[in-house]
């Protein structure tokens, strides 16, 4: 972004949206795997709503004030490491749903009737 082209601008951002589309295939089955049923839909809307508003609604606010500290163009580049980091300590201790009932009274594997 530094470089003072439009089209070098365009083919960063491009290339930074290939890891974002992938992610986006498979958080929102995640996301409703962290809730049950009865709870689920204001468990993800709130959690996806506040998440947004606290994660990215402050960012342009921090990232004028770091480079205004620092002096350092490069200085947003260290709330995204810092975002990165809260977000591997979240995954890491998440747990794997795949055999656990997503409805309450339903088996967690369903049976093969053979």
């Known amino acids: 972004m530094q470089q003072g082209s439009l089209p070098l601008a365009i083919a960063a951002a491009l290339v930074l949206n290939i890891p974002f589309s992938i992610q986006q ?13 009865r709870v689920r839909y204001t468990g993800v809307a709130l959690g996806f709503n506040i998440g947004g508003v606290v994660g990215t609604g402050i960012v342009s606010l921090v990232c004028t004030w770091l480079v205004a500290v620092t002096g350092i163009t490069l200085a947003p580049a260290f709330y995204a490491v810092f975002a ?18 997503l409805r309450e009274g339903e088996p967690a594997v ?5």
């Open 25 to 37: 295939g498979v958080v929102y089955t995640q996301y409703s795997e962290l809730f049950p049923t």
């Open 84 to 101: 990165a980091l809260v977000g591997l300590a979240v995954i890491a201790t998440m747990r794997e749903t795949s055999t656990s009932t």
């Open 110 to 114: 369903p049976e093969v009737r053979r």
